[in-house]
Structure formats: structure tokens, C-alpha cells
């Protein structure tokens, strides 16, 4: 079954985390948050970031690294990190009919070395000028879950507006 799975590496900004939480709730994405944060994971904590959709995104939360590892065995893991050579969207997903896990590392540091050497195939970089460092984690998060949707054709998302009706801008 496909499914997107986002990673969070020691989260250390709440209001990063709270978006990033909004994102995967309204496209149907797995967040794997793993400890330790930067911040108190506390339901009130997240309430304007995630503009009160914290219950409506799926979520595990891991001890450390090696909790993760122990109880995700045999996953093939993408690693956006800044020292990666190829963009993302170079993957062609649509051959891939399983469990997608996508890790993005903390703010200040990113993903371990160590990490990114096992995984070094697996590596991307969203581009940007030569002179950028990065882009803000919620922000690339959001990219790469849509890159991946938009090659999945948005499965089981809706492409029209609901709630207002899809002829609203007809009225």
C-alpha cells in the first residue's frame, strides 16, 4: 500500500513541527517525530502552528534513533540534507508501491553524518542558489510530500473545493 512517511529528527522549533503536523494531517502523511525536541511536546504547544489540526495528523513519537530503527526494520530511507547531489523529484516514485520514509534532520544541524554515509544513494537536496544554506524545514517538507503526491496523481485527495463547492468562482 502506498503511503508517505515524513521523519523528523530531533525537532528542535514547536511552530516548525506544528505546520509540518498540519501538512501531513491534510494530505494524509505518517510523522515519525523522534527525541529528543527542542521544545515540550504538549497538545497546546502546537494549537496555532497546526491551526488546531494536531488530532488529525497520524503520528509516532521515538525515544531516540535507535527506538526508530528497532521498530522500523527493512525501510528504504531518503534523506534531505543540504550535501546532497540530486533534487528529490530525480526519483521516480511512481514505480514504488509500498511505504515512502522521507527524514529531514534537525534545524540547526541537520541529520547525523553517520546517517547520511549509510544512506548516501539516497540523499537530496531541494536546489536553490549557491550561496542558500537551506530552506525552513516546514517549507521543505511541504515540497517533497507534494512532489511525491504529484506523482502519485494526489491519490485519494480531492482537486476541487468542497466545502464552498467546486463552481464557487462560477457564482
Known sequence: MRKINVILYEPE???NVGSIMRTCALTNVRLHLIEPFGFIFDKRNFARSSANTFEGCEYVLYDDWNDFCN???????????RYGKKPLSDNNFTKV???IFIMFG???TGIPKDILKANIDNCFRLPMVKEGRSLNVSNTVAICIYEVLRQWDYM????????????????
Open 13 to 15: 522549533i514547536v511552530n
Open 106 to 108: 534537525r534545524e540547526s
Open 71 to 81: 521498530k522500523n526494520k527493512q525501510i528504504k530511507l531518503f534523506c534531505l540534507t
Open 97 to 99: 508501491n509500498d511505504e
Open 156 to 171: 485519494d485527495l480531492s482537486k476541487v473545493e468542497v466545502e464552498k463547492g467546486e463552481d464557487y468562482l462560477l457564482k
